[in-house]
Structure formats: structure tokens, C-alpha cells
């Protein structure tokens, strides 16, 4: 496919020039018999004869067979079927079939030796500037609505395109932050002691070493609203009220919840909490009530 060449265009100029010889001289020929002739566009300004004299037969071919190839050329190179495709067609082939006709008419009547041609030729032929005029200004208003209506489907298409780009990185921000959160959890976690096996000298017994004594896990509940706070909590909001580092024997996951207690009411010390509850956890209210006291005190302070 890449060796494909097209062939060359400039023989098709080569066999347009005898018909446009011959196209030329039969509408010149017949505008002369139809009424078209030397005539002086400004009367009175420039005398006869002058700049402004000309003969209005070369108005029909220039008009009529440039807008029959334009209209071919228009409705060929567009690959959408619509209304411009379809007005070019027809109205390009009316019009070859209309200069056909012309010639045909030029020649018969110039072989009976026909000096005026019959007035109902004579009608068509005055009427043909006027619906090259009407045709032309339709064809490039459908063709300026054409190319409007393809600048729109172009950037309805880059607005999927971004969208879609958005979504993939997005999915992608996800699944590096999934990764970050699972790395960051097997972290956190402990990994077990190893056991080794170690052989007493002159015994084939085998001593285990003692394993490190495990301490039962530590369960924390969280007070019931209405309940008195535990010392070490009470510690605990002391320390995050004053901007320490907290130092109370509570589990993480506590000294977080009430972390997260301190900061909301900094930011917002008339927060409410449904049910006594933050994250699904329930929070003391004796402790609640003094960390609301403390933040409408000193309010703006923010952790």
C-alpha cells in the first residue's frame, strides 16, 4: 500500500482544453442568436466602445459549466449523505444536461443557417444566469452548514475522548491508592517471631527455645454516651486539646476516633453526632460535652 501511487491530474487539463474551446464558442455563438451582444455597462459615464463595453454571451459559459464542475466537485468529495450532497448531484448533472442542450440547439439552428434563434430558446437561455446565481448561493450556504455541523461532531468527539481520558486516570488514581493503603496495612502488622530448632550437645533431642510470652489482646470498648470517661481518655483529649502528642494507653484506632472528635469540633464546635456515635463508634458524652466546652472556648484552634 505505501508503493500505491495515483495517477497524474495534469492530462485531465490537457483533455479539458478542447472542450472548453468548443464550450466557449457554441454558448457565444448562441447568446448572439438569443439576444446576448456587445452592450456598454455604464451609459453615459463611458462612452460606447470603451473599458466598459463588453459582450454578455461570455456570461453563459463561465457561469453556467464552472457551476456544473463545482457541484460535481462538491458533491464527489464529500462522503455524508444529506441535503448538500444531494443538491450538488442534481443540480450539477441539470446543469451539464442544460449546456448540452445549449450546444445541441447552437449547432442545429447554425447548420439551417438560423440567424435568430425561436423566442421559447431564447427564454431558457435568458433565465440561466439567473439559476446559476440561485443555485451557487444555495450550494454555499448547504456547504457552510456542512462544515459547522462537522466542527460540532469534532468537538463533541474530543469532549468523549477527555472524558474518557478522565475516567482511566481516575481508575488509575484508584488502584495506586488501593495499592498504597494495602502496602501501608501489611506494614503495620507484626510479623511473627521465627523458631529456630537448637540441638543439645550429647542428645539427639531437639529443644525448642521458649516462646515470648503473647499478652492477651487488650479490648477496648468505647463508653456509653451518658457514662463517666476513663482516666486514660480523659488523658487522651487532654493531650490532642493542647496540641501533644498523645502519650494515653489507649489502641490506635481510639486515640484516632478521638483525634477526629477534637478536630470536628474545632472546625465546628455546634457539630452534632447521631445517636452518640462518630465513625460508627460510640463516643463517652461526659467527654463529648467537654471537648464542645473547650472548642466553643478556644474556637478556631485546629489540630
Known sequence: MKNLKLPKRWPVLLLC??????????????????????????????????????????????????????????ALNTTRKGTLRTFAIWSGVASLVLGGSGQLAYHVMESFGVVTAPWWITAIVATIPVAVLGAGAALAALMNR????????????????????????????????????????????????????ELKPGTAELEQPARPERKAPRIVTAPRPGGAPKPEQAELVKQLMAGETPTADVSPATARLYAKLVRTLADNPQAEFPGGKLDGRSVNATLLSQVREWAQTERGYAL
Open 17 to 74: 482544453l478542447p472542450a472548453f474551446v468548443a464550450i466557449w464558442g457554441g454558448w457565444v455563438g448562441l447568446g448572439a442568436m438569443t439576444g446576448f451582444g456587445v452592450i456598454n455597462l455604464l451609459p453615459g459615464m463611458v462612452r460606447d466602445g470603451g473599458w466598459a463595453t463588453v459582450n454578455t454571451a461570455v456570461t453563459l459559459p463561465i457561469g453556467l459549466e464552472t457551476y456544473a464542475a463545482y457541484a460535481l466537485h462538491a
Open 146 to 197: 456542512e462544515e459547522k455541523e462537522l466542527e460540532g461532531e469534532a468537538g463533541a468527539a474530543d469532549v468523549d475522548t477527555a472524558l474518557a481520558n478522565l475516567s482511566a486516570l481516575h481508575a488509575e488514581q484508584s488502584e495506586a491508592r488501593e495499592r498504597e493503603l494495602a502496602e501501608q496495612m501489611a506494614a503495620e502488622q507484626e510479623p511473627l517471631p521465627e523458631l529456630t530448632l
